[in-house]
């Protein structure tokens, strides 16, 4: 079950689009190795706009989650996106997981 979440929003730099696209795709593997999150997703959400869903079963696994990947997006940012990530901590009302 899971009971909270993480939504994170960020703007690419018009020329660092298709960096943020692969970055995220690398860090599925990282975010399954953690064993943390219980769903994790990347999404396009604009031409330059990107976010990042993932939801996990209590607070403890998301505040760990954040401790350990949160410098990186921090230091990716620099780099690749227009202003800092906007993130969000979310309270998970209702879900549909396979095997539920």
């Not at 690398?26 to 999150?37: L, N, S, T």
């Not at 505040?63 to 949160?70: S, T, V």
């Amino acid at each position: 079950m899971v009971t909270v979440g993480l939504f994170i929003r960020v703007e690419a730099k018009p020329d660092k689009v298709a960096e943020v696209e692969e970055k995220l795709k690398e860090v599925v593997d990282i975010v399954r190795k953690e064993g943390k999150a219980v769903v994790w997703f990347a999404l396009r959400l604009g031409p330059t706009t990107f976010a990042i869903y993932d939801a996990f079963a209590d607070d403890a696994d998301r505040k760990a989650h954040l401790e350990a990947n949160g410098p990186a997006l921090r230091e990716a940012g620099a780099e690749l996106f227009v202003g800092s990530p906007s993130i969000d901590h979310i309270d998970v009302v209702a879900a549909l997981l396979p095997g539920e």
